[in-house]
Structures are given as C-alpha cells and as structure tokens.
C-alpha cells in the first residue's frame, strides 16, 4: 500500500496510520448527502428547472413538476454532483406541455445547471439517444416513462 511518497511495510505501522487519520476525521468513503442539503438541492433545481423552461419555451406561467431518478446523488470532493431527473412542464390549467429526461450538475449544494434534457417525443422516436447521455442504470426507466407518455 503507497501512502504519500513512502511503502508502509509492516501491519502494526499500517494500524498506527490507519488510527491516526482515523483519529483526525479522515474517512476513506464520503458523507452521505444531509436531509437539510436534500433540501437545499430540490429548492435550487426547482427554481432552476422553473427558470430554464420559462425561457425555452417562452411561457412565463408554468409548473414544473420534477422527479429525481437517482434518489441520494453522491458528495464528491473532486467533481461536481450529476443530477438526473424526469421533468413534466404543465401550463396552469394542467394539460402536458413537454415531458422528458434531464441531466444537470450541481458543482456546490446551492448550484444548479443543466446540461442536458431529452424530451419524450424525441426519446420514442429514437430512444438510442437516452443511451448516449443517461447512465446505463437509468436508462430503461427513461424510455419506459417516455413510452408511457409521462
């Protein structure tokens, strides 16, 4: 085992270094995400989601209804956060106006952006397209739900 520049070599050495940043709070997995930071990301990709629909469709009266796919994203020290989510915008009375896959990041817990969004008519006519830019797991949950016409 390579820790820093030197070989750990024997057991009892290992133990004593495993102790010691043990001891200082160093942890080999992350935290997983807090209640409160749940919370604070479902505010910002609401309000995120809200705005980027307004501006692409044109409609200022909208409700954006969002469904996180993968339910508890990892915290990551070296790379932003991805955030896949099923979005359904509705006008106010109800009817569907576009529905469709999303996938964003969230480089701090109060950031949103996203990268990309698929909407279902595009996902049916070609459903390959959700396998270039959606994590195999997700995959066949997506082109269900477009199938279904969510």
Known sequence: M?????????????AIV????LSFGCKSAPEPVKTSQQ???AFTLQKTLTTY????LGEDDIIVENEILRKSPGASF??????????????????????GALK????????????D????????????EVYKNFPSGLTDSIIARAAAGQ
């Open 78 to 99: 070296t790379a932003p956060t991805q955030v896949y989510s099923w979005v359904q915008v509705r006008e106010k009375s109800g009817r569907l106006m576009i529905s």
């Open 104 to 115: 964003g990041l969230s480089p701090k817990i109060n950031e949103f952006s996203v990268t």
């Open 117 to 128: 969004f698929l909407p279902s008519k595009i996902i049916r006519e070609n459903f390959k």
């Open 2 to 14: 390579v820790i820093w520049r030197g070989m750990i070599k024997s057991k009892s050495l290992l």
């Open 39 to 41: 919370e604070t990301l």
């Open 53 to 56: 629909f307004q501006k692409s």
């Open 18 to 21: 495993t102790l010691f940043l």
